[in-house]
């Protein structure tokens, strides 16, 4: 009888990492597509820093095949990632919403700051979060703010519009629809050197959020389960090194040469890397919270 009890447990072994070979062997992830140098479309594929580092981890945490899909807009991957349709998505912000239907991988890789623009010589003082109302806002559709005092804020205290892109953001802007846009900071400097916007745009020097990046898995996905635990281990490696921050400074240097901008410094280890924390910038907004998980 113990041989057949030792039997049928190495048979269900057996079946279980079959079902993973057929369920798990192949990933399909997507991201922003205009968020550089983390992810963007360069020659009709989704290239950049997060793309790399999840090709790199998923296949260190034993993913053969990984297939990156490029949508439209954000708002097209996360309802992807909530169907089914995709198995992981990047550059994902955390929120109570979202994790309904994401399964995310801890640590965060990366964070982004929250940037306020408004038009060249219209800037105003922003030391506490009041200072934006009595202003008209917008953002992109499928942005939010996470569940802290500042996304509350946004939802209840703000006149806030929702674009369905960054480049409509910045024509409502200029046509002075609205007084400022709220974007995270590898959007918002895509689009001003793309459109070479520095001449007409200002970013304010406070900002009134910061947003950690993670990768997750959609619920519905059959990998989630398998490779979460898996995944998060060797992003934990990864920030050891520095490794998100290496493949910044890379795919910056990429953008840049595909545009003919020419080169910029690059950011320190500390504005781009989630291994080392960011120093909070004395002129940050005094109601800013401590820093609460966040939603892209």
Request: proline share 5%; with cysteine.
């Amino acid at each position: 009888m113990k041989k057949l009890k030792a039997l049928f447990i190495v048979l269900i072994s057996l079946i279980a990492g079959s079902a993973w070979a057929q369920t798990c062997d192949s990933v399909s992830v997507s991201g922003p597509v205009g968020d550089v140098p983390g992810s963007w479309v360069l020659d009709g594929k989704l290239t950049g820093a997060a793309v790399e580092l999840a090709q790199t981890t998923l296949k260190a945490a034993g993913v053969k095949n990984i297939k990156f899909v490029t949508y439209k807009s954000w708002s097209e991957v996360l309802a992807a990632a909530r169907s089914g349709e995709l198995d992981m998505i990047i550059s994902a912000g955390w929120s109570v919403e979202r994790a309904r239907y994401l399964s995310y991988v801890y640590p965060a890789y990366g964070y982004q700051f929250l940037y306020v623009m408004v038009r060249k010589g219209e800037t105003f003082p922003l030391t506490k979060y009041e200072d934006l109302k009595g202003r008209k806002g917008i953002t992109g559709a499928g942005i939010t703010f996470g569940d802290s005092a500042w996304g509350l804020f946004v939802e209840t205290q703000l006149e806030l519009a929702r674009a369905a892109n960054i480049g409509e953001s910045f024509k409502r802007l200029f046509n002075r629809e609205v007084d400022y846009i709220l974007a995270y900071a590898d959007a918002a400097a895509a689009e001003i050197y793309v459109r070479d916007l520095g001449d007409k745009v200002q970013i304010l020097s406070t900002y009134p959020f910061r947003i950690e990046t993670f990768f997750a898995f959609s619920k519905r996905s059959k990998c989630a389960s398998f490779l979460a635990d898996k995944l998060g281990a060797e992003v934990a490696k990864a920030a050891k090194t520095n490794q998100y921050f290496l493949f910044s400074k890379k795919y910056r240097t990429i953008f840049n040469e595909s545009q003919n901008i020419p080169p910029t410094p690059a950011a320190t280890p500390a504005a781009t890397s989630a291994a080392t924390p960011a120093a909070t910038p004395a002129a940050t907004p005094a109601t800013t919270p401590a820093a609460t998980p966040a939603a892209k």
